[in-house]
């Protein structure tokens, strides 16, 4: 009898209960409004995260860059001072010679080990060497294709900064088209920006062909120093045009390099430059030889 009390009890149980759930109580939900209110929410906030996440990926690019370009300009700017310091007053031309757009090294290199090995009788000979070396900087330029350039001038396309050595002077005929003889290298197409100063103890200026003239055969031809800039702001080809005898830019001071995050600078000071400022007398002394109309001779 008890066992049947309880179970008929548990089932009135179960009957009110599900009584209770049809006909009383209302069930638990979500309206429509709420339900908007909720995607809503979920959307700003997963927009506010995509703009903070785009905005801290984006600055992480921007200082990637920055560090990249920067240690990219540092180091070919570096490679062009060790091969300026390397150079030489008195070789078998001007130690260094050029303007703000180029420059002309006389260096000294090791030669190719490979030269030292001895070879079979029937080998044909590797080219000759010599281990002194002209090597030039400058920037190439596309002349078929069109640019324009930041102060909204349109010229030719720059290619970017460019070496060239000559690897077998005093020849009585150098092919450029042989690497053997003539090495053509693009160093870096995303430098397009190149300059330099020269320090002849007292000023700075954008010329320097003293050991090319008469009076360089007479003393060491070499500045005091040389400024390198390279950058990332593309400058216009310098264009041709006739130089005034009375306004010779090799005479004149240079205006100092501006500060910009786009370029990088590093001086060289030469050790092998006349102590004694021979190349600053020898300015001076083709001052004076304009100056009263002369010859531009020596001393």
Not at 19 to 29: F, L, N, Q
Not at 144 to 155: A, G, H, I, M, R
Not at 226 to 237: A, D, S
Not at 250 to 264: A, F, H, K, V
């Amino acid at each position: 009898m008890t066992g049947l009390v309880s179970r008929g009890t548990s089932a009135t149980v179960r009957g009110s209960a599900t009584r209770r759930g049809v006909g009383g109580r209302r069930r638990g939900g979500f309206t429509l409004l709420e339900v908007l209110l909720a995607i809503g929410l979920i959307t700003l906030m997963s927009s506010t995260m995509f703009v903070f996440y785009n905005q801290t990926l984006r600055a992480r690019e921007r200082g990637t860059k920055m560090i990249v370009d920067s240690q990219l300009a540092r180091v070919v700017a570096m490679k062009i001072a060790e091969e300026i310091r390397s150079c030489n007053g008195f070789l078998l031309g001007p130690g260094i010679s050029g303007d703000d757009r180029m420059i002309k090294i006389q260096t000294v290199v090791i030669t190719d080990p490979e030269l030292y090995i001895r070879r079979s009788i029937e080998d044909d000979p590797l080219p000759a060497q010599s281990d002194i070396r002209e090597v030039q900087y400058y920037l190439a330029y596309d002349e078929e294709e069109t640019f324009v350039y930041p102060d909204e001038t349109e010229s030719w396309k720059p290619l970017g900064l460019v070496r060239r050595e000559i690897k077998t002077l005093n020849q009585v005929l150098i092919d450029e088209t042989d690497s053997e003889d003539v090495e053509l290298d693009l160093l870096a197409k995303e430098l397009t920006y190149l300059r330099f100063r020269y320090f002849d103890g007292v000023d700075w200026i954008d010329k320097w062909d003293i050991g090319e003239s008469a009076e360089g055969s007479f003393g060491n031809s070499l500045p005091q120093a040389v400024e390198i800039t390279v950058g990332y702001t593309p400058l216009p080809p310098d264009e041709d045009e006739e130089i005034d005898l009375e306004a010779d830019p090799d005479l004149i001071p240079s205006i100092p390099e501006r500060y910009s995050p786009q370029t990088y600078s590093v001086t060289v000071r030469l050790p092998q430059a006349d102590t004694f400022f021979g190349s600053r007398l020898m300015r001076a002394s083709r001052r004076s030889n304009r100056g009263s109309g002369g010859g531009g001779g020596g001393f």
